[in-house]
């Protein structure tokens, strides 16, 4: 006996269903019971119920990319803040081997880089590496937190979310598993990609979110583009329409079937993490593409949008000091003591 | 006897009138605002975070801390500023009723701070604070069993009624806040204050839980107003 349909909304305590199905991720067995025990949406597969959370923290998981902000240097390492409650350490030589050289000329406190999580100890203390095409410190941008659960949301479908803001906004974007996500590109389109970001997290749940994005951009853009272009743009969107359709269609029958092939082993160990992750797995995958071919592709693309808009990046090297100093402001997001008193103040 | 009308005109098992928001904060992790009656509470819940006091640390499980604190201008009289052995004690007795809903053995050695501000007090804070704190705490994505719901039953002018405004827990003879886990009906906090006998502590035991049914439907409306999509 079931009490929710897929995709509902459901608050921790709330019984799902009965003995005959399987409690997954977000879920907990009581007297027979299967209840939430977090505030999301219900996820339903092959009598396997998970509540895929609304907000969550980022636990580190080995394997994930994460973008980190070097918090300390000690010794032989560097104390990484991960945006999680568990800290992230890189040890010296993950950077470089054997040699001794001295740490803060090669990362400083408050650099922030992009690693890998390889390997995750008992008390859940990442410890991070460099080893990886893409990996390393970035230059310049902002950085956007989003909730960590939303990354997939934010990536979309084999990366359709995140190339279309990429395309519109020319900005690089690296998406890493924590919920940090670094921006760079023109100042105005960092701005805006950060907004598009935010909006994303908002309405993570709603459907036709990708359309609804696309408009938006395209309606922020609009002023900088020749009318030409948005016109086709415009006339570009509704086949796109259709096919993100068929893609969740696709997206949802490929994953019942994987669902199929792993069920054996998920009835075993239904504790065991892996299963809520399938989909961020995906999108981790994304984004290390992404991240890789973007140092690569970059000139090129640069090259081409120049034709276009030739304005856009005359002026990055002036943008780039500027950038700088965003980026101390933006990396706050630790600090949350600020803003307690604004609402007192408001009510 | 339940014909009687209260001071404010409420009957025997009426509560005062609650409004109830999630998610008010924009730096908080959760955050919930609650108002019964004259009280009006804000609540802040940050975590889990990494914790910064090492002798706290749970190496299996998370652990929570809770601060209740009145502001100054929240009563008639002027309250002086700081903790003192009333807000310790409901800080403590706070924890203490949320503790058993969470469910933080995902998040060892984390920990989960609630803050909760009265911002105007007129009788029945501690309860409004838990009620105030589980809503914040499931907003703040915290894995919880059930949301943890307060309410008081007491006894005025001879009578036993429900949620005592100021003026009756003044002048009343007593008061018996509780919270409850609602699915299960579980007692996790259990205070009283003045003579009972035992019938009329029963009776006050099973108003409050009524009141507290009342009090999580409305919670629960709180949460989902602010995420569904509808």
Redesign the interface.
Same mark, same amino acid.
């Given at each position: 006996m079931i009490y929710v349909e897929d995709k509902n909304?459901v608050?921790?305590?709330q019984?799902l269903a009965d003995d005959d199905y399987y409690p997954g991720r977000?879920t907990?067995k009581?007297d027979g019971k299967i209840?939430s &025990?977090?505030?999301g949406l219900v996820s339903l597969r092959n009598k396997k119920i998970r509540v895929i959370?609304?907000?969550?923290?980022y636990?580190p998981k080995k394997g994930d990319v994460v973008i980190g902000k070097i918090n300390d240097v000690r010794f032989s390492m560097w104390d990484v803040d991960i945006n999680?409650?568990? &800290?992230g350490i890189l040890p010296a030589f993950e950077v470089f081997g054997r040699d001794k050289k001295e740490l803060n000329k090669v990362y400083d406190v408050g650099d922030v880089l992009f690693l890998r999580v390889i390997d995750v100890d008992e008390?859940?203390k990442a410890k991070l590496g460099l080893k990886g095409r893409g990996l390393g410190k970035f230059k310049g941008g902002i950085i956007v937190d989003i909730?960590p659960t939303k990354v997939p949301r934010l990536i979309g479908k084999k990366g359709s979310m995140i190339n279309m803001i990429k395309n519109k906004t020319n900005c690089k974007i690296v998406v890493g598993q924590n919920g940090l996500v670094w921006v760079k590109g023109d100042e105005d389109m960092e701005q805006l990609t950060r907004e598009i970001i935010h909006t994303i997290e908002v309405e993570a749940?709603?459907s036709g979110l990708t359309n609804k994005i696309k408009n938006k951009l395209c309606l922020a853009i609009d002023g900088e583009l020749p009318v030409e272009e948005t016109e086709e743009e415009f006339v570009l969107e509704k086949p796109k329409l259709q096919n993100f359709k068929e893609e969740l269609e696709e997206e949802e029958r490929a994953e019942a079937e994987a669902k199929l092939k792993d069920e054996s082993e998920e009835i075993q160990e239904a504790e065991v993490e892996s299963e809520s992750d399938d989909v961020e797995e995906d999108a981790e995958e994304e984004i290390e593409v992404e991240s890789e071919s973007d140092d690569v592709e970059d000139e090129a693309e640069e090259e081409k949008e120049t034709e276009d808009k030739p304005n856009f990046y005359d002026v990055i090297e002036e943008l780039k000091k500027k950038n700088q100093n965003k980026k101390d402001k933006n990396l706050s997001y630790s600090d +949350?003591?600020? +803003? +307690?008193s604004?609402?007192?103040n408001n009510? | 006897m339940s014909e009687m009308i209260r001071e404010d005109g409420r009957k025997y098992n009426e509560l005062r009138p609650i409004k109830i928001e999630a998610g008010?904060?924009?730096? @908080?992790?959760?955050s919930a605002?609650l108002e019964v009656g004259g009280n009006?509470i804000?609540v @802040?819940v940050?975590? !889990?975070?990494?914790s910064y006091i090492r002798r706290l640390l749970e190496?299996n499980t998370?652990v929570i801390r809770c601060r209740y604190n009145m502001a100054p201008f929240s009563v008639d009289d002027r309250k002086r500023p700081g903790p003192d052995r009333r807000s310790s004690e409901i800080s403590k007795i706070t924890a203490d009723a949320l503790r058993p809903?969470l469910?933080l053995e995902?998040? !060892?050695?984390?920990?989960v701070d609630i803050?909760i501000?009265v911002?105007e007090a007129e009788g029945g804070t501690r309860c409004a604070g838990i009620t105030a704190a589980s809503v914040a705490l499931?907003? @703040?994505?915290v !894995?919880?069993?059930?949301?943890v719901v307060g309410c008081a039953a007491g006894k005025v002018n001879d009578e036993v009624v429900l949620d005592l405004s100021e003026v009756e827990d003044k002048e009343g003879q007593a008061d018996v806040p509780i919270a409850i886990? !609602?699915?299960?009906g579980e007692i996790t906090l259990l205070q009283s204050d003045g003579d009972l006998t035992e019938e009329e502590f029963q009776k006050a035991i099973d108003l409050a839980m009524e009141g507290c049914m009342k009090v999580s439907e409305l919670q629960?409306e709180a949460?989902?107003k602010k995420?569904?999509?509808e």
């Open positions: 909304l608050i921790p305590g019984i977000g907990f009581e209840c &025990s977090l505030i959370p609304l907000k969550s923290k636990v999680s409650p568990y &800290s008390v859940k909730s749940h709603t +949350n003591s600020k +803003n +307690n604004f609402i007192l009510r | 008010v904060l924009e730096r @908080a992790d959760g605002y009006k804000l @802040a940050y975590g !889990p975070r990494e190496p998370g809903a469910m995902n998040y !060892p050695r984390s920990m803050y501000e911002i499931v907003d @703040a994505g !894995p919880m069993k059930d949301i886990m !609602p699915r299960t629960k949460l989902m995420y569904s999509t």
